[in-house]
C-alpha cells in the first residue's frame, strides 16, 4: 500500500504533467475517510423511506454491477466541494455536493441506457428491510429519489450524470464520464481525488488506517499546476482561463465565490474574464424564462442553509452584469437586470425584510440618466389656474388664456355671485342679447368654464 507515484504510468481521465500531481498526507487521508465512510440519507418523494447510504458502498455496488455488464470503469474519483474540503479543510466553501466520477468506456447510447438502469438498480439495496421491492420499477425509483438526470453526447463530450437528492442539500451525484473536455470552472474547484487505492484498502486490510499505515491516495488538478491551485485555495483566491469554454461562462460560480469572501487573483484580468463569462452565459441561456429557472435552481441547490446570504448573491450578480454585459441589446439588458432585482426583492420578502413583495413594484433606472445632477425622478406637471365664469361665455380657442390678464379696474369680486341667481334665472342684459354682444373697448375676461352645479 506504499507504492510510489510515478507520472509516466499514472492513468488518467485528463493527460497531464508531473505538477499536477500530489500525494495526500495523513490529515487529508482522514478527511477523505470521513467523508466516504459517512452515512447520507437520500430523502425520497411522498411517502418513500429514506435511504440510508455510505459513499464507498453505492460505489462499490455501482462499479460491481457495471463490470457484470462488461462496462469497464477504469478508476473512480472524488470531485467538487468535497475534494476541495479534503485538500484543505477551512476552504470557506465547505462541501455540499458530493460528486463521485466514474472513468468509464461510453461507447454508444446502449452504455448510457445501462448505467441509468444500474444506479437505479442499485437503489434497491439501500431501502429498508421490510419493504417490498417485487413491485417497484425503475422509472418509480426515478421519481422518487433522483433529483436530476443529465446527458451530453457530443464530438468531444461523452458523460452522464445522476444526483440523488438530499433535503439539506448534500446530493449525491454520480457522473459517468467517458470523455470530458472541460473538468473544472476555477482552480480552486479543479481537485480530483483517485480513490481506487483508499477503496481496495477498505476491501482487503484487516487492520484500521494509521499514520504509519494507510494507502497512498493521489491527488489531481485538472486546472494544471497543482501547488498553485491549492495556493489560490488556502489564500482565497479566483482564477480561471477561457471562461467562454464553460457552459454558463462560470458566471453564477463566480459571484458565489465573489460572496463566500473571495477576491480576483489579478483585478485586471478578472474585469476582461467577467465580459467573457457574461457573453457564454447569455448564449447558453439566451431567453428571460430560461435565466429565471437556471437562477432558481441555483439559489435553491447551493445555499441550503445559507439563505442571508442569498440576497448578497443576487446583488453581487446584478453589479457584475451590469458593468460587464456587452452582448445583449439595451431592452435585454434591462430585463435581466429587472429578473434579477425581483430575484431579490422576493428573497427580503422571504427572511420578512418587506411586509409583502406583491405590493412591491420595482422599477429599473438606467444608470447614465442618474448620474446627470439635474435629473428627476419625478415629473410635475404644471397646472393653469381656473376661473369660473357664466355658462354663456365659452373660451374661444383662437385666443389663449395667458394672452388677456385680468384688467384691474373690474376685479372678478365685484361681480355678482352665482349662488344668488341660480343659471336658468341668470337674467341677460337686455341692452346686449347675445347674437348681437359686442366685445367691450378693454380686454374681456376669459377664462376656463367649470359646471356650476
Keep these: 500500500m506504499g507504492e510510489k507515484v510515478r507520472p509516466t504510468s499514472v492513468d488518467s481521465c485528463v493527460e497531464g504533467e508531473n505538477s499536477n500531481l500530489s500525494v495526500l498526507n495523513w490529515e487529508?487521508?482522514?478527511?477523505?475517510?470521513?467523508?466516504?465512510?459517512?452515512?447520507?440519507?437520500?430523502?425520497?418523494?411522498?411517502?418513500?423511506?429514506?435511504?440510508?447510504?455510505?459513499?464507498?458502498?453505492?460505489v462499490n455496488v455501482v462499479r460491481c454491477r457495471m463490470e457484470e455488464k462488461r462496462i469497464h470503469v477504469r478508476e473512480v474519483r472524488l470531485n467538487g466541494s468535497?475534494?476541495?474540503?479534503?485538500?484543505?479543510?477551512?476552504?470557506?466553501?465547505?462541501?455540499?455536493?458530493?460528486?463521485?466520477?466514474?472513468?468509464?468506456?461510453?461507447?454508444?447510447?446502449?452504455?448510457?441506457?445501462?448505467?441509468?438502469?444500474?444506479?437505479?438498480?442499485?437503489?434497491?439495496?439501500?431501502?429498508?428491510?421490510?419493504?417490498?421491492?417485487?413491485?417497484?420499477?425503475?422509472?418509480?425509483?426515478k421519481d422518487a429519489y433522483v433529483q436530476k438526470m443529465v446527458k451530453v453526447c457530443n464530438d468531444s463530450d461523452r458523460w452522464s450524470l445522476i444526483s440523488?437528492?438530499?433535503?439539506?442539500?448534500?446530493?449525491?451525484?454520480?457522473?459517468?464520464?467517458?470523455?470530458?473536455?472541460?473538468?473544472?470552472?476555477?482552480?480552486?474547484?479543479?481537485?480530483q481525488i483517485r480513490l481506487d487505492s483508499l477503496l481496495l484498502f477498505y476491501d482487503c486490510s484487516e487492520h484500521p488506517m494509521a499514520a504509519t499505515f494507510h494507502p497512498t491516495i493521489v491527488?489531481?488538478?485538472?486546472?494544471?499546476?497543482?501547488?498553485?491551485?491549492?495556493?489560490?485555495?488556502?489564500?482565497?483566491?479566483?482564477?480561471?482561463?477561457?471562461?467562454?469554454?464553460?457552459?454558463?461562462?462560470?458566471?453564477?460560480?463566480?459571484?458565489?465565490?465573489?460572496?463566500?469572501?473571495?477576491r480576483a487573483a489579478s483585478e485586471e484580468e478578472m474585469r476582461l474574464l467577467q465580459r467573457y463569462m457574461c457573453s457564454r452565459f447569455f448564449i447558453d441561456f439566451p431567453e428571460v424564462g430560461e435565466q429565471r429557472r437556471k437562477l432558481e435552481s441555483?439559489?435553491?441547490?447551493?445555499?441550503?442553509?445559507?439563505?442571508?446570504?442569498?440576497?448578497?448573491?443576487?446583488?453581487?450578480?446584478?453589479?457584475?452584469?451590469?458593468?460587464?454585459?456587452?452582448?445583449?441589446?439595451?431592452?435585454?439588458?434591462?430585463?435581466?437586470?429587472s429578473l434579477i432585482s425581483s430575484l431579490a426583492l422576493r428573497v427580503l420578502a422571504e427572511q420578512n425584510v418587506i411586509p409583502n413583495a406583491a405590493n412591491v413594484t420595482c422599477?429599473?433606472?438606467?444608470?447614465?440618466?442618474?448620474?446627470?445632477?439635474?435629473?428627476?425622478?419625478?415629473?410635475?406637471?404644471?397646472?393653469?389656474?381656473?376661473?369660473?365664469?357664466?355658462?354663456?361665455y365659452p373660451l374661444p380657442q383662437q385666443y389663449p388664456l395667458q394672452q388677456y390678464?385680468?384688467?384691474?379696474?373690474?376685479?372678478?369680486?365685484?361681480?355678482?355671485?352665482?349662488?344668488?341667481?341660480?343659471?336658468?334665472?341668470y337674467p341677460l342684459p337686455?341692452?346686449?342679447p347675445p347674437q348681437q354682444y359686442h366685445p367691450p373697448s378693454h380686454p374681456p375676461i376669459y377664462a376656463t368654464w367649470l359646471p356650476y352645479n
Excluded at 438530499?166 to 474547484?189: A, I, P, T, W
Excluded at 501547488?227 to 459571484?255: Q, S
Excluded at 442553509?305 to 450578480?317: I, S
Excluded at 433606472?365 to 357664466?390: D, H, L
Design 164 to 191: 440523488l437528492s438530499n433535503n439539506r442539500g448534500k446530493n449525491v451525484e454520480l457522473k459517468f464520464v467517458d470523455s470530458l473536455r472541460r473538468q473544472f470552472e476555477f482552480s480552486v474547484d479543479s481537485f
Design 28 to 58: 487529508q487521508v482522514q478527511r477523505l475517510d470521513a467523508i466516504l465512510t459517512e452515512s447520507i440519507p437520500i430523502h425520497g418523494r411522498w411517502n418513500f423511506p429514506t435511504l440510508e447510504m455510505k459513499p464507498r458502498d453505492i
Design 405 to 425: 390678464p385680468l384688467p384691474q379696474e373690474y376685479p372678478l369680486q365685484q361681480y355678482p355671485l352665482p349662488q344668488q341667481y341660480p343659471p336658468q334665472q
Design 363 to 392: 422599477f429599473y433606472q438606467p444608470a447614465p440618466y442618474v448620474a446627470n445632477g439635474n435629473f428627476s425622478n419625478y415629473y410635475v406637471a404644471q397646472v393653469q389656474p381656473v376661473y369660473s365664469c357664466p355658462k354663456q
Design 430 to 432: 337686455q341692452q346686449y
Design 298 to 337: 441555483y439559489l435553491q441547490n447551493h445555499f441550503v442553509g445559507l439563505e442571508d446570504r442569498k440576497y448578497d448573491y443576487l446583488a453581487t450578480l446584478q453589479t457584475v452584469v451590469h458593468e460587464s454585459t456587452v452582448c445583449l441589446m439595451g431592452h435585454e439588458w434591462r430585463q435581466t437586470l
Design 219 to 262: 491527488g489531481e488538478s485538472v486546472y494544471g499546476d497543482f501547488a498553485a491551485a491549492l495556493d489560490h485555495l488556502r489564500k482565497r483566491l479566483i482564477c480561471t482561463r477561457n471562461p467562454e469554454e464553460i457552459r454558463g461562462g462560470g458566471l453564477l460560480k463566480y459571484c458565489h465565490l465573489l460572496v463566500r469572501g473571495f
Design 82 to 141: 468535497a475534494a476541495s474540503h479534503v485538500l484543505h479543510e477551512d476552504s470557506g466553501l465547505g462541501w455540499k455536493d458530493l460528486d463521485l466520477i466514474f472513468c468509464a468506456d461510453l461507447k454508444g447510447e446502449l452504455e448510457f441506457q445501462m448505467v441509468k438502469d444500474i444506479v437505479l438498480e442499485s437503489l434497491l439495496d439501500f431501502l429498508p428491510e421490510g419493504v417490498n421491492k417485487e413491485k417497484i420499477t425503475p422509472v418509480t425509483l
